[in-house]
């Protein structure tokens, strides 16, 4: 599974921004999908993960993120609203096929990674 991801940029802090992220290869609906954030000086961090029609959040992002999957066109998305600061970091999409519910925010369990796209939130 190939991963690209895209839709990153500069954004005040309120606004909002759509990522995008297109797998090629592998039959796209055997995977669960993820996406992850990694600010500078941390740990990458779950953000959001689809998995058999279920959807998990990061509280901090509960009401705010939308991740959604058009499995027709081997697309994920992540619809981001009311942007914070706090919220920037580098995005990536992931693809895995072994979590199970547990371990879905667990980056470590993702076979494949996108390259990641920059979203930078200003106050």
């Known amino acids: 599974v190939q991963l690209q991801a895209s839709g990153g940029g500069l954004v005040q802090a309120g606004g909002s921004l759509r990522l995008s992220c297109a797998a090629s290869g592998r039959i796209f609906s055997n995977y669960n999908m993820g996406w992850f954030r990694q600010a500078p000086g941390k740990e990458r961090e779950f953000v959001a993960a689809?998995?058999?029609?279920?959807?998990y959040y990061l509280d901090s992002v509960k009401g705010r993120f939308t991740m959604s999957r058009d499995s027709a066109k081997n697309m994920v998305y992540l619809q981001m609203n009311s942007l914070k600061p706090d919220d920037t970091a580098v995005y990536y999409c992931a693809a895995g096929a072994r979590q199970i519910t547990s371990t879905i925010r667990n980056p470590s369990t993702y076979e494949y990674w996108g390259q990641g796209t920059q979203v930078t939130v200003s106050s």
């Open positions: 689809h998995k058999r029609g279920d959807t």
